[in-house]
């Protein structure tokens, strides 16, 4: 589960959260994930292992607003030969607001194509197929 509190930039004139920062929001919260099961995502990428978003889907629930606390948990929905289904939920004190699945193609650093996602990362993602990440500590 990973938290971040709405900013005054990240909301429009009405003081509610952009839709754009939800992928935003999103991609931090599944760096917070990497980060539990891997250890930083920049050490899977000297490795020679990156990450490409193929496709994305967002459905808006209600409103987040300037300053409220999203907490947004995020589960591995599916584990392909080359690609990674992410799912995130975003919430504010329990309710629902955002809803999104992200698509993310293995690629090779040094290609720039599609390879198999590595043995390693198949295994630390597998934990999380269907089960939120755990709060980060602090």
């Not at 930083?40 to 607003?65: F, I, K, M, N, Q």
Request: hydrophobic share 45%; charged share 20%.
């Amino acid at each position: 589960m990973h938290s971040v509190r709405v900013r005054p930039l990240d909301c429009d004139r009405q003081g509610v959260l952009g839709h754009p920062r939800y992928l935003n929001y999103f991609e931090a919260a599944l760096i917070e994930l990497w980060r539990e099961a891997l250890g930083p995502y920049d050490d899977t990428v000297a490795h020679g292992v990156d990450l490409a978003v193929a496709e994305t889907r967002l459905r808006y629930v209600a409103a987040a607003r300037f300053d409220d606390l999203v907490r947004i948990a995020v589960t591995v929905q599916s584990l392909g030969t080359t690609s990674v289904v992410v799912g995130f939920a975003a919430s504010v004190e329990g309710e629902p607001v955002a809803r999104g699945e992200t698509r993310y193609v293995c690629v090779g650093t040094a290609s720039g194509s599609k390879e198999a996602i590595p043995d390693t990362v198949r295994r630390a993602l597998s934990r999380y197929m269907n089960a939120p990440a755990a709060a980060p500590a602090g």
